[in-house]
């Protein structure tokens, strides 16, 4: 089993963005934001997770996927760890991501991870794990404790101030981990819900410029 991804930006590029949707999202949704990216030199990745998603009011949408399911009832304090759709995911993932740069041509080194909500906690979860040139967590909340990188790298944390799903305290007990672990963290919060905005992509895009 392997993941499923589509594709966008140059295919000749030597820079690489991958981005993981959110719970009961899927790739074509975070694909959207490709044409507002405009970014040179970087090709653009979005997979699939590898679970269906089960409609759940406005939480869910035809087609949705998700890396693990989330109880009816539960905080973002909860470790999701011992879910076996979570370990599942997680292999899932790394295997993928450490086969991409047979596929693309583009080392991790030139790499950045991102993902949204609980795509970003699957970022903070797996990509510290893998020698990325930069990880980006928008409203993206951690599984439990956050391991060292094994490789230096900046992290950009986005949040709004205003998000009803995941609080901004997880973002700013984000922000005071990773900076224990002694993350160059680059840390932006705006007067939003949940959801990446236009203000959201000005600040990835620059991050992503800055970066590789």
Request: hydrophobic letters at 45%; charged letters at 15%.
């Amino acid at each position: 089993m392997s993941l499923r991804a589509l594709s966008a930006g140059d295919a000749t590029a030597s820079h690489l963005l991958i981005l993981l949707h959110g719970w009961g999202a899927n790739a074509q949704d975070v694909a959207g934001i490709a044409p507002y990216m405009q970014l040179a030199n970087y090709q653009m990745v979005f997979p699939d997770a590898p679970h269906a998603h089960k409609l759940t009011g406005s939480m869910g949408a035809p087609g949705g996927r998700m890396w693990y399911a989330l109880p009816d009832i539960f905080d973002f304090d909860q470790s999701f760890t011992h879910q076996t759709d979570l370990q599942q995911s997680r292999q899932l993932l790394l295997d993928w991501l450490a086969a991409l740069p047979n596929k693309t041509g583009i080392p991790l080194e030139n790499t950045i991870l991102g993902g949204f909500s609980q795509g970003g906690a699957m970022v903070l979860d797996v990509g510290m794990q893998l020698p990325v040139a930069g990880m980006m967590v928008l409203s993206g909340y951690s599984h439990g404790p956050i391991s060292s990188p094994i490789s230096p790298r900046p992290i950009l944390l986005v949040h709004g101030i205003q998000d009803p799903v995941v609080p901004i305290t997880q973002a700013h007990q984000n922000k005071t981990d990773l900076t224990a672990l002694s993350v160059d963290v680059d840390y932006h919060e705006f007067n939003m819900g949940h959801e990446i905005s236009l203000q959201v992509l000005d600040v990835a895009r620059k991050f992503c410029e800055d970066t590789v």
